[in-house]
């Protein structure tokens, strides 16, 4: 009686659940076409009675991404042509001229040349700026001018650029170029490897495998991991890294989503190479995506020091959805979470704030959770060090210069004016920390802090209620106070500043692989791991 009982309870239960799962998908379905209709309407309406003529193509494709815009920077949309720009940009090998290039609105400006490739043989330099590409002006070009120094290899691309204000012409002879996911590997001292790892492609674990094999094989017994300015790449390559260090079926990362087919563990799928060798490995602000993933689960797991400044953040998972006549949508689909269970995502984009930002969680509110070995670790936005080193982590006053571009301009200036033929004797003077002050101030280097753009607006408001005046002298000394401190900033971050300067001056006369060799003998991020690595208590404790 009891089970008959059971089953006349539960069969209407069920009958109930499947009523307001199919409703509610009903419903969220008519709300879907009743909007598209009303869409089809407008966007018909418009095209065919707005007063001068319209680019359909051109409204839908603003449409689209305007839309987007309020939900997270990674969904985008792609027309045609951003997918065939997706499908050279996002592959590691490709043919061009080899280098680095930024593309501005009015001219594309080579960044970084690689050694022996064929914009270093045509003679371009870092800083040379690009303004026609054939006989295509670059400031009428309309989409990624980037792509016009693509073609295939063997074949000449002829280029206009400004050096130094002086108008110039090259002839590059395109090739196959490599960028490799491990741009360098080298002995430390005689028992610490140094590996850096630059981008998570399809060749990353392969690559860092071949690496540490061959330090190992020179005698490294212990290693240091640089993820620094690693943007992230494939996530299955994150999980292979993990692997390198630690045993087979460990859990490296989870993804998280409403929709059931995207939530998805991840384990290591093979033998470790290594799980005893001590490791450290080096984060900054702009380590972000799998490099969290990669560095998180190894903290997670108290298999690695991690030591430098925080990173970036990003804690949202893409993916790339096919749509119609040969357009494309990435589309965030998850988050994901490191073993202790931490979603290391920086910014809130669905709870902005007045202005419409998106929101930080503030420090009070990160949740803690627990290492392997019972650690205390915690969320609230990217990985945190084991050791953060304060000259790691970027000043406001040093953003600002980054984002003028103004340390990259200085090196330019400053290659064209001096002489360096020795690396290792090579260090900027007190004289050079003047020189690039006055180089800001020529520039016209200003920058606003949040302070003054809170006072700015609350001074806007004061207006409006008619006190301006009763407050304004106390305004005018705070704001003479702030500037003060901005016209110390610079100086007090100096080391900082120097630092950055060193880096990019040294890239100039002795590429990227001249840099990673000054590094070992100057970077502090790496001096403090070697002295980690060098006493194994000192190891010890910070995974204990």
Not at 17 to 46: D, G, W
Not at 97 to 120: C, H, N, Q, R
Not at 514 to 543: F, M, R
């Amino acid at each position: 009686m009891k089970t008959l009982l059971r089953k006349r309870i539960f069969i209407p239960v069920l009958a109930l659940s499947i009523f307001v799962t199919t409703s509610a998908f009903k419903s969220e379905f008519f709300e879907i076409a009743k909007q598209i209709e009303i869409f089809t309407t407008l966007f018909k309406e418009l095209n065919m009675n707005y007063v001068d003529e319209t680019n359909p193509g051109d409204l839908m494709d603003t449409a689209i991404k305007s839309m987007l815009e309020d939900l997270d920077p990674y969904t985008n949309f792609m027309n045609e042509q951003d997918v065939e720009a997706a499908r050279i940009n996002n592959t590691g090998d490709y043919t061009g001229i080899g280098a680095s290039v930024l593309t501005l609105k009015d001219k594309l400006v080579i960044v970084e040349p690689y050694k022996d490739y064929p914009a270093d043989k045509a003679g371009l330099k870092a800083g040379d700026e690009i303004i026609k590409v054939e006989n295509v002006v670059v400031a009428d070009f309309k989409d990624d001018a980037g792509n016009l120094l693509q073609g295939a290899s063997g074949t000449t691309v002829n280029v206009t650029f400004v050096r130094q204000g002086k108008t110039q012409t090259a002839a590059i002879k395109r090739e196959a170029v490599e960028i490799h996911a491990v741009p360098h590997f080298s002995m430390i001292n005689d028992k610490t490897g140094y590996v850096v790892l630059r981008k998570f492609n399809d060749k990353a674990s392969s690559e860092t495998i071949n690496a540490i094999r061959s330090l190992k094989n020179q005698g490294a017994e212990k290693l240091i991991l640089d993820l620094r300015g690693n943007p992230g790449g494939l996530l299955s390559e994150a999980v292979n890294i993990v692997n390198i260090f630690v045993p087979q079926n460990q859990l490296v990362v989870t993804t998280k989503s409403k929709v059931k087919k995207y939530n998805k563990t991840y384990y290591t799928q093979r033998e470790a190479i290594d799980t005893e060798i001590p490791l450290v490995v080096l984060i900054d602000g702009r380590s972000a995506s799998a490099s969290e993933i990669v560095s998180g689960a190894l903290q997670d797991l108290d298999r690695a020091v991690v030591v430098g400044a925080r990173s970036f953040g990003k804690g949202l998972v893409q993916r790339p959805k096919p749509l119609i006549y040969g357009t494309q949508m990435k589309i965030t689909i998850s988050r994901y979470y490191t073993p202790s269970g931490r979603c290391i995502q920086a910014l809130d984009y669905w709870n902005r704030d007045e202005n419409g930002k998106a929101t930080r969680v503030k420090k009070e509110n990160y949740s803690a959770f627990k290492t392997k070995k019972g650690r205390t670790v915690y969320d609230g936005g990217g990985i945190q060090p084991d050791l953060e080193l304060v000259e790691s982590v970027y000043s406001p006053i040093t953003n600002a210069i980054l984002n003028d571009n103004l340390i990259f301009n200085y090196a330019t200036e400053y290659y064209y004016k001096n002489s360096v033929t020795d690396l290792k004797s090579f260090k900027l003077s007190d004289s050079d920390f003047n020189n690039f002050k006055a180089f800001l101030d020529k520039n016209n280097f200003n920058f606003e802090t949040k302070t003054e753009k809170a006072f700015e607006e609350a001074m806007e408001v004061a207006n409006d209620e008619q006190i301006y005046a009763a407050i304004n002298n106390e305004y005018t000394s705070l704001i003479n106070t702030i500037n003060t401190y901005k016209n110390r900033a610079v100086d007090n971050n100096k080391d900082q500043l120097l630092s950055l300067l060193s880096d990019e001056i040294v890239k100039r006369y002795f590429y990227r692989e001249g840099l990673y060799e000054y590094y070992l003998a100057n970077n502090l991020e790496i001096q403090k791991a070697k002295e980690i690595l060098k006493n194994p208590s000192t190891y010890s404790s910070y995974l204990n």
